[in-house]
């Protein structure tokens, strides 16, 4: 079945005071968070013991968020709460853009940290990432190619694995469309639709089961730069 990708509002950040750190600190992480556990409620993100996202929905996400560079203590719990179902404290890097989703169904919801390239792309071009992050799809293989073409030709990602991102791939600007397909097969599980994306930008998209867990699938598009 075809499920278009859903275009979503990004959170509204709270102020940088909340992190402990100055807004003009040069000495930060930048830190995204997507709520991508299918069939868990509404969370709150906690940073440090600083609630900074406040009642994020499944398919919800943040803009980033700028941190002190170390160990920093990530708590995810359900809004209202004060259980922890997520509970890690990674190291970050100075000046380094981070995304941490949360991921699996509820009875085994984990953290996947990733770290994000956002150096521009060169001149006229695009920058385009996948995760595949639905619990109950197979590994899959990504077209990509102008709107209409379908799952033809050889996948521009192949074989991407449940909890695994893709390299950046670098295209020029323009219209494009994507298609999702269980491995080996032409079978659409999920179409982009046809997307614009303009010269410069940095884009990650997300794959993920429907809400309560399985199909229809669907994805989410965050923006990383421009």
Known sequence: MRTKWNWIAFLSLLACTMLNMGCGDSGSAQLRVVHASPDAPNVDVLVNGNKVLTNVACEGASTYLKVSVGQRRIEVRPTGTSTDVIDVTPTLAKNTYYTVLAVNKVANIMPLLLQDDNT??????VKVRFIHAAPSAPNVDIYVGAPG??????????????????????????????YVTP??????????????????????????????????FTAIVLKDLN
């Open 120 to 125: 521009p792309p060169a001149s006229g071009q």
């Open 183 to 216: 491995t080996g097969t032409t079978t659409v599980a999920i179409d982009s639709g046809a997307l614009t994306l303009g010269a410069g930008q940095i884009r990650t998209a997300v794959a993920l089961d429907a809400p309560g867990g399985g199909a229809p």
């Open 149 to 178: 073409s379908g799952a033809t030709g050889t996948p521009a990602v192949a074989d991407l694995a449940y909890m695994s991102a893709s390299g950046y791939l670098s295209v020029p600007a323009g219209s494009y469309e994507a």
